[in-house]
T-cell receptor
Framework: AQKVTQAQTEISVVEKEDVTLDCVYE???????LFWYKQPPSGELVFLIR??????QNEISGRYSWNFQKSTSSFNFTITASQVVDSAVYFC????????????FGDGTTLTVKP | DAGVTQSPTHLIKTRGQHVTLRCSPI?????VSWYQQVLGQGPQFIFQ???????GRGNFPDRFSARQFPNYSSELNVNALLLGDSALYLC?????????????FGPGTRLLVL
């Protein structure tokens, strides 16, 4: 069985600060995929980034970056120079093989960015 | 292009009733998944359908059922509603291409059971 833990329930920052959201996962599968989604108050989950278990290279995409470490089963997500519009609930998710349609989600981290 | 659409957006039912939720995937997407999101928690996988066949089922009672139609739209049915079924029900579609799929979510249906 898979499990995703997001230990941070709520985070509050001031605009322009950098913020890192933590995610720890558990799976016995050797092939898996990790995702980050954003859920604004409207409720619709928005896909942000994904990473597969074979590629630990960390990347930057605009203001988003992620740090994937298999040794610690962590997949942390960083927003650089946060903006008020980044305020939302952020979910980390795990899927095995290539089937993202059966993802296991963490319970989310509520990010509040204050002006 | 239209995204994933769900109907209705909100629904109020009483205990013991039955409910049907509907989902239309993104054009060209053949896989539809359903998730239940209770307030304050992450989405929990309920069902996945691909090409009208059930591809997976989460840990939900038999009161929950679903189906997929030839046009790839899908229905989620819940019988004998309980108060605990109150949640946001999310539908997601994806296009299996032999590689990693990406799910695209609809806005959800907010179900309140009284």
């Amino acid at each position: 069985a898979q499990k995703v833990t997001q230990a941070q329930t709520e985070i509050s920052v001031v605009e322009k600060e950098d913020v890192t959201l933590d995610c720890v996962y558990e799976t016995r599968d050797t092939t898996y995929y990790l995702f980050w989604y954003k859920q604004p108050p409207s409720g619709e989950l928005v896909f942000l980034i994904r990473r597969n278990s074979f590629d630990e290279q960390n990347e930057i995409s605009g203001r988003y970056s992620w740090n994937f470490q298999k040794s610690t089963s962590s997949f942390n997500f960083t927003i650089t120079a946060s903006q008020v519009v980044d305020s939302a609930v952020y979910f980390c998710a795990l899927s095995v093989n290539t089937n993202a349609g059966k993802s296991t989600f963490g319970d989310g981290t509520t990010l509040t960015v204050k002006p | 292009d239209a995204g994933v659409t769900q109907s209705p957006t909100h629904l109020i039912k009483t205990r013991g009733q039955h409910v049907t939720l509907r989902c239309s995937p993104i054009s060209g997407h053949k896989s539809v998944s359903w998730y239940q999101q209770v307030l304050g928690q992450g989405p929990q996988f309920i069902f996945q359908y691909y090409e009208k066949e059930e591809r997976g089922r989460g840990n939900f009672p038999d009161r929950f059922s679903a189906r997929q139609f030839p046009n790839y739209s899908s229905e989620l049915n819940v019988n004998a509603l309980l108060l605990g079924d109150s949640a946001l029900y999310l539908c997601a579609s994806s296009f299996p291409s032999g590689g990693l799929e990406t799910q695209y979510f609809g806005p959800g249906t907010r179900l309140l059971v009284l």
